[in-house]
């Protein structure tokens, strides 16, 4: 085994042979060309490098070894800011079930977080007159409020905040949780 680089891997055999493979033809086909010498000169030389520059690359000694311990990903903090929108139908207080798989997420989401402060704001533009208007706001707010103490999210402050809007869209409680990672004690 004279003249052979020792390699671990049958892939890098396999590779190895393959390129010998590529050049004993290719002298083969030269060697009958007028132009044989003029073609070694050039093509012979670059199939070499091209060859044991693949070498390397499959070599056992070149990948880095498996951890020893397992690695975990460090988990986003999920006691930030929350800010949620829930909207209403046109004149109801009533929480659609979209609204309801919204809060409970953000109920998910904050699993291990404390609430510091809840603020509320109740916008309802959606009625034709004003008394109306801040009446269906507060049984909206009272609606959420509910939904949110039934999916376990309290608060030690309260803020709640009635909002007359101006437009037919203006049919939401917009919710601002502050919350802080929770102390076992």
Known sequence: MAGQVPFASSLQRRILTFFGTILREVRSVFSVSARSTEMKRY???CMMGLALAGGPAFADETRTPPPTEPYYAPQPSGCDLVRLKIYFEPGTATLTPFARDAISEVSEQLAGCS???????AIAGDSSTEAPVIGL???RRASVMKELLAQGIRASDVAMNTDLGNSVMSRTVDIELQTVPARIS
């Not at 609430?115 to 704001?121: C, F, K, W």
């Open 137 to 139: 706001a507060e049984d």
């Open 43 to 45: 093509i012979l030389p």
């Open 115 to 121: 609430v510091q402060r809840l603020n509320t704001t």
